[in-house]
């Protein structure tokens, strides 16, 4: 299943997270990415939720997120011209020979050091999220003593603002002629 991503922006008020992340509970989606923070507006806050489904499965989540009162706008950015980025933080223990090679290969990814001691040093790096697992990866061998990855963030390109309607979701009978899988989520349409 393909990874969908979704972005919203919800009012910035106690228990809006925890009615989001229910929403996904509820229908059965794994959130595999979540990130929160202040939106460009006072009083609003801007999600990125990553998430795998099916069209029709992005679909509902897109659509039950707009019955949230708290949800303001919502926006798939999956199939879009965007930009998504992470930033992880990984330990990695040095020793005197390793120390040269290790700091080759943040330069490599254009990562930088920002914690240094005799034992360790901590690497900051940023970009997508394969890059990120990329970079994990060649540091394995070295020993990764601690892992942080933020999760993603993620922005239309472009001028165009995040949209202000709710999608349409047709009825699961129109589809029924269509070559795509069934949905195991179609049950779960429009009702939240």
């Known amino acids: 299943m393909p990874r969908h991503i979704f972005v919203a922006k919800v009012e910035d008020q106690p228990g809006v997270l925890n009615r989001v992340a229910s929403l996904f509970r509820r229908r059965n989606f794994n959130i595999e990415s979540l990130t929160v923070g ?4 006072p009083g609003v806050s801007r999600m990125t939720v990553v998430v795998e489904t099916t069209e029709a499965g992005a679909r509902i989540v897109e659509a039950n997120l707009y ?3 708290n949800v303001l ?3 798939d950015l999956t199939r879009k011209p965007a930009m998504n980025r992470e930033l992880g933080l990984v330990k990695v223990a040095v020793t005197p020979d390793s120390r040269g090679q290790i700091l080759q290969l943040v330069d490599v990814f254009r990562a930088r050091v920002v914690d240094v001691d005799e034992a360790s040093v901590v690497i900051e790096v940023t970009g997508t999220p394969e890059k990120i697992g990329k970079f994990e990866l060649v540091m394995r061998p070295y020993g990764i003593l601690e892992l942080v990855r933020t999760g993603v963030v993620a922005m239309a390109r472009g001028h165009d603002p ?3 309607n709710p999608p349409l979701v047709c009825d699961e009978g129109a589809n029924s002629k269509s070559s795509t899988p069934p949905d195991p ?3 779960l349409a429009m009702s939240v």
Do not use: M, T
């Open 38 to 41: 202040r939106a460009e507006q």
């Open 67 to 69: 019955k949230l009162v």
């Open 73 to 75: 706008q919502v926006d």
């Open 162 to 164: 995040l949209p202000a």
């Open 185 to 187: 989520h179609s049950d």
